[in-house]
């Protein structure tokens, strides 16, 4: 439990970031989407799979990027 704390946390925040609560909830959401469609013959609608991924890429390139950007201290 202490390990999603972490992980979904930023450095300097005390609640949990949005843009990788909803990374993290929409990868596991693409990663069930692939297990079923590989091993328990469901189709999953392409459109729908293709979203998913554009958010997780989008929200992993966001949350990578804020360690990039310079932060002024106060």
């Known amino acids: ?3 999603f704390t ?3 946390s930023g450095e300097c ?3 949990p970031s949005s843009k990788r609560t909803i990374t993290f909830l929409a990868f596991l959401l693409l990663a069930t989407g692939f ?8 189709k999953v609608n392409p459109q729908t799979f293709d979203t998913m991924m554009y958010i997780v890429i ?3 390139g966001f ?6 950007v ?4 106060k």
Do not use: D, H, R
């Open 1 to 3: 439990m202490n390990f």
């Open 35 to 42: 297990i079923a469609e590989m091993f328990f013959e469901k």
């Open 6 to 8: 972490k992980m979904l």
């Open 13 to 15: 925040e005390q609640n």
């Open 70 to 73: 310079s932060k002024e201290k």
């Open 58 to 60: 989008g929200g992993l």
């Open 63 to 68: 949350t990578a990027s804020e360690k990039f």
